[in-house]
């Protein structure tokens, strides 16, 4: 069974950065896509970041530019740097693998 365990999330000014971490129970190496999404009180939830087997990469369109998705498979590890961070992207974040496999979430709160 795979299991998705979250990391890295907090309490952040804006303008600052976070990276968070998701560590995988499996060989990520395995065909399946990964990515993060988040979720708003009161929102549905969204598609942040994602990263195909073959490691392509794709945004939503409001994180573009700002963060960064990435994996190291040797540490069945996966990523989202997040920089220039905003109010807005204040939500519970949560690690998923295809398809359906999901973390438990870890906060990220932008606040001054």
């Known amino acids: 069974q795979v299991q998705l365990v979250e990391s890295g999330g907090g309490l952040v000014q804006p303008g600052g950065s976070l990276r968070l971490s998701c560590v995988v129970s499996?060989?990520?190496?395995?065909?399946?896509?990964m990515g993060w999404y988040r979720q708003a009180p009161g929102e549905q939830r969204e598609l942040v970041a994602s990263?195909?087997?073959?490691?392509?990469?794709d945004y939503a369109d409001s994180v573009k530019g700002r963060f960064t998705i990435s994996r190291d498979a040797a540490k069945k590890m996966l990523y989202l740097q997040m920089n220039s961070l905003k109010p807005e992207d204040t939500a519970v974040y949560y690690c998923?693998?295809?398809?359906?496999?999901w973390g438990q979430g870890t906060q990220v709160t932008v606040s001054s």
């Open positions: 499996v060989d990520i190496f395995r065909p399946y896509s």
């Open positions: 990263i195909s087997s073959g490691g392509s990469t």
């Open positions: 998923w693998r295809y398809p359906s496999t």
